[in-house]
């Protein structure tokens, strides 16, 4: 079986020109990214090479590529991250709009702030009551309910 191998990879601006590949066998194949890995240090030439001579599964060469291509700050080649160009998802749009546009008070501001801190973790408070008075839980709670 029969390999294409480019000769300059493309992750290192190399095309898909004819002058550009050779035909390998699957070992001269891993030992070519072998030698590049070796010679540049790019980890996809380590995967590549780990890849072709059997050391990792596809699995674990798919793990390890979205990983990389994490840690280069995107997606893989081609792929659009979900999020781009999103600020901030509003469910309905009039309510976004009218939103942006809202000047809001002290008074409303400061509304806001009060709300947020006091009921911050503790949404459910019916529920977090129930789970006080269960049976077979004998785990020590504060005042607040909350685990010690």
């Not at 004819?18 to 035909?23: G, H």
């Not at 590049?36 to 072709?52: S, T, V, W």
């Not at 501001?109 to 077979?136: H, M, S, T, V, W």
Request: proline share 3%; aromatic share 4%.
């Amino acid at each position: 079986m029969k390999h294409i191998h480019h000769i300059i990879p493309k992750h290192m601006g190399g095309t898909d020109d004819p002058s550009n590949l050779i035909e390998l066998t699957v070992e001269e194949h891993a030992e070519a990214h072998k030698k590049l890995y070796e010679e540049h240090g790019n980890e996809y030439d380590r995967i590549a090479y780990e890849a072709l001579s059997g050391m990792i599964k596809k699995e674990e060469v798919i793990s390890q590529v979205l990983s990389e291509s994490g840690k280069r700050g995107g997606a893989t080649k081609g792929r659009v991250p979900w999020n781009k160009g999103k600020k901030g998802l509003q469910k309905n749009p009039a309510l976004a709009e009218r939103n942006r546009n809202k000047v809001w008070t002290e008074e409303e501001k400061e509304k806001i702030k009060a709300g947020g801190r006091k009921n911050k973790g503790r949404k459910r408070p019916d529920l977090a009551e129930r789970n006080k008075q269960r049976k077979g839980l004998n785990i020590a709670r504060d005042e607040n309910g909350r685990f010690v």
